[in-house]
């Protein structure tokens, strides 16, 4: 609904003459949306009858930028170590902890994981 239509609905319910959960009703529309639009009406002005997109929540398990830091300085420091160890080793010494197939994405975004050449075995 854009906001002309919020802005006429409102005010038709107010100039109505009846109970507003009657208009509602008769108007069809729920009683949470009225008070929702009438609420931000009064605190945001026209503005806040807006339809808005919703954004996007961060997740909660992404890793930060100060846990990627710390992923590459013991990468940095011992790189024969495996994704594995490296996941071990952040969560024995830092105040969090990666899945190994968290570290092993970063450093391959990193293009920090060598592709191991595998040979095959003799017939």
């Not at 009703?25 to 729920?30: A, F, S, T, V, Y």
């Not at 949306?33 to 808005?52: C, F, I, N, P, Q």
């Not at 930060?64 to 992923?71: L, N, S, V, W, Y």
Request: hydrophobic fraction near 35%; charge should be positive; include cysteine.
């Amino acid at each position: 609904m854009n906001l002309d239509e919020k802005m006429t609905l409102l005010l038709a319910v107010e100039e109505s003459g009846f109970k507003i959960t009657e208009a509602l009703k008769h108007l069809d529309i729920p009683i949470s949306a009225y008070y929702r639009w009438r609420s931000k009406l009064k605190v945001e002005g026209l503005t806040g009858l807006h339809s808005k997109k919703p954004t996007p929540k961060k997740k909660w398990n992404a890793i930060t930028p100060r846990g990627e830091q710390k992923i590459l300085n013991v990468t940095g420091n011992e790189p024969e170590k495996s994704c594995r160890e490296i996941r071990y080793t952040i969560t024995d010494t830092s105040f969090f902890s990666a899945s190994e197939s968290t570290v092993y994405r970063l450093l391959k975004s990193k293009e920090l994981i060598r592709e191991t050449k595998v040979d095959s075995f003799p017939a």
